[in-house]
């Protein structure tokens, strides 16, 4: 007898159907698991028999055989625990239940325990999608799965209760979405807390205001990790689709946090420099996100950027450019958004104090120049603005007067994204950073003094294509900050102040 069972899979950051077929045939008793399984997968079969036997059921003395189908897909991980289980019960009429529009999730313990799994909040929006009406998940995973509509989402605690509810004896009732379950707002830092760093804020509030981003350099303790992890807090706040968008992420990485439906603070991830390619970029024999993809929609902080491995950073060049990321394997090929902005600090040479008003710099200057060029030049004209964070000084340390706050800065950083988003309304652009060279000749006009300037600039700094291209997006948002249409000679001379560094450091010999 064949009976069938649907439940959902994961491959990248989609989700798809898997039907649960299960066999029972006589012959020498054996339990086999086709359609591509993982190992994960393979082992069900012995969490299934000890949780069935546990909780008072019949385990099946005869030859099993179960397929995931479709069979060209791989499963991974232990959620078809639950329906694999579900469809057993049914193919020995332990259980009688019409189940056509149900789907089940979930890790069984040996002790019939549903157990949280990875991945619901996408697999219930394509369980939507494909018409089931009842998807059966983890009591944890619940809330997240309940922020779709239109289909009733079941938290199973336990073997008992899911047969409770199939018989008809005892009903779970469905998780609804309130706004209550949503992640609160991150607190972050206040800018009014850092002292001096003007011209940092500054360059920072334009980043903020256009998407783009950053590089600060500058000696130890003059506050470059300080301003960088007070950043988030200035960022306008998640639309509702960026919310969806960022909480499948976290999903499918198990890091949503645990009664939450949605997260509304964006990502602020700050990897350590040791961390590897494949975990910076998303990879492994079954691809997964890595940190540029955690990043989506927030901010990615690379501190101490020279101590980066060179291949980490210039696997971030691609991404970058395109807010996307593709990793290729023989199964299959994965694409992974990474919309995010990145901020990056480092400091001007290896002991700190190059060019440093007061202390003398140790480094001779062929380590000097070995340690800068760890930050190689596509990358370098891929980052927006390049601002100098120089030590703070006495008088600003001890001085009893306090800077903007985050909330004033916000203020206008939201400001700027409201004039962004009624300009570009339609063309699936969020920010200036985000600009296309089409969109770049419509939107950013400059006058004749602004032209002047650019050319100028071009002619003289040496400037690349892409670099003068990012110094218009920062003009553009410059004049937005200042709520003009047009762009001006003052908002491009700011600009350009912004793309000189590289020319202090890098220029040198």
């Not at 509702?240 to 968008?245: K, L, R, T």
Request: aromatic share 6%; proline share 6%.
């Amino acid at each position: 007898m064949v009976v069938s069972c649907k439940s959902m899979g994961i491959t990248g950051l989609e989700s798809f159907v898997v039907t649960i077929e299960a066999d029972l045939s006589g012959g020498f008793p054996a339990f086999e698991m086709v359609g591509l399984p993982d190992t994960a997968v393979k082992e069900s079969r012995d969490r299934v028999r000890s949780a069935m036997m546990n909780c008072g059921f019949e385990f099946p003395d005869q030859r099993i055989t179960v397929n995931l189908a479709p069979a060209d897909i791989k499963k991974e991980g232990p959620l078809y625990d639950l329906p694999i289980m579900v469809s057993l019960l049914l193919a020995t009429r332990q259980l009688n239940a019409d189940i056509r529009d149900c789907a089940f999730i979930g890790e069984l313990s040996l002790g019939g325990e549903v157990r949280k799994v990875n991945g619901v909040l996408p697999m219930a929006i394509k369980a939507k999608e494909m018409g089931i009406k009842k998807l059966f998940v983890p009591y944890e995973n619940a809330f997240e799965g309940a922020v779709v509509k239109d289909i009733d989402v079941y938290p199973v605690k336990n073997v008992y209760q899911l047969n409770a509810h199939l018989r008809g004896m005892e009903e779970i009732i469905p998780v609804k979405y309130e706004e209550s379950l949503q992640g609160k707002q991150e607190h972050y830092p206040d800018f009014a807390d850092v002292c001096g760093q003007f011209e940092a804020k500054r360059a920072l509030e334009i980043a903020a205001a256009g998407g783009h981003n950053v590089l600060l350099i500058g000696p130890p303790g003059s506050g470059k990790s300080m301003l960088a992890k007070r950043v988030p807090g200035i960022l306008p706040k998640m639309t509702f689709e960026e919310q969806i968008e960022t909480s499948k992420i976290l999903s499918i990485a198990g890091q949503l946090p645990q009664g939450v439906s949605l997260v509304n603070s964006r990502p602020f991830r700050s990897p350590h420099h040791t961390v590897s390619y494949a975990a910076m970029t998303g990879g492994g024999k079954i691809p997964k996100p890595g940190e540029i993809t955690l990043a989506n929609n927030g901010v990615l902080f690379l501190d101490e950027l020279p101590e980066f491995s060179r291949k980490t950073l210039e696997g971030l060049r691609q991404p970058i450019e395109d807010g996307k990321v593709t990793i290729s394997r023989v199964n299959g090929s994965y694409t992974y958004p990474c919309d995010m902005m990145i901020l990056a600090a480092m400091n001007p040479c290896p002991c700190g104090y190059y060019n440093h008003p007061t202390k003398k710099c140790r480094c001779s200057v062929h380590s000097i120049q070995n340690y800068l060029n760890r930050v190689s030049g596509p990358l370098l004209d891929r980052i927006d603005i390049h601002i100098e964070v120089p030590p703070v000084e006495y008088s600003e340390l001890s001085s009893k007067v306090k800077g903007e706050t985050t909330a004033e800065i916000q203020k206008r950083v939201n400001k700027a994204r409201e004039i962004q988003n009624e300009r570009y309304k339609g063309t699936g652009i969020t920010c200036n950073a985000n600009l296309t060279s089409e969109l770049s000749a419509k939107f950013c006009v400059t006058d004749e003094e602004a032209d002047l300037l650019l050319k100028n600039a071009f002619e003289n700094m040496g400037l690349s294509a892409r670099a003068y291209d990012r110094i218009l997006k920062v003009s553009r948002t410059i004049a937005d900050l200042e709520e003009s249409e047009m762009i001006k000679g003052e908002h491009v001379a700011e600009a350009l102040q912004y793309r000189s560094l590289d020319r202090k450091y890098w220029g040198e010999e």
